[in-house]
């Protein structure tokens, strides 16, 4: 059956300059801490626990990612909404703002099929295709 309504426009986070270049910075260092000192200034910012959830799924963490993951999922979420996201629509992989979002999706994914919630794995892991299927497969190699 085709869909005969049009597609919501594409959800555009704003920048939070401030966070992106504090984010910079812990990727030079490389460091838990210094990823952690990014959420911890800016816990409404996904992408710093984007970056604590891969680090720690990386390292064998999984309850631990899992849960880095899911709070940059439901910041994400508060972000997208006050946005204008009514919870369906395009998530854009290119517009730089909303890939801390994407990436906590992604690290949620495989975290929840790693602790055996295998359907909460496929939701997110179609949610995210859903958003962008470029950001499924960005995503994918890592």
Not at 77 to 95: M, Y
Request: aromatic fraction near 8%.
């Amino acid at each position: 059956m085709q869909n005969l309504l049009p597609e919501p426009p594409p959800t555009l986070l704003t920048a939070d300059d401030d966070a992106e270049a504090a984010l910079a910075a812990a990727e030079k260092e490389d460091t838990d801490d210094a990823y952690a000192s990014v959420a911890a200034r800016f816990p409404t910012h996904s992408g710093a626990w984007a970056a604590l959830g891969a680090r720690a799924f990386d390292a064998g963490q999984v309850v631990a990612a899992y849960a880095y993951a899911r709070t940059g999922y439901h910041r994400g979420l508060d972000q997208l909404r006050r946005s204008g996201w009514k919870g369906h629509g395009p998530v854009p992989w290119s517009h730089s703002p909303n890939r801390g979002f994407l990436r906590s999706l992604h690290v949620l994914s495989k975290a929840a099929g790693q602790i055996g919630e295998s359907d909460e794995a496929a939701r997110c892991a179609q949610f995210l295709r859903d958003c962008d299927p470029a950001a499924g497969d960005a995503l994918a190699s890592s």
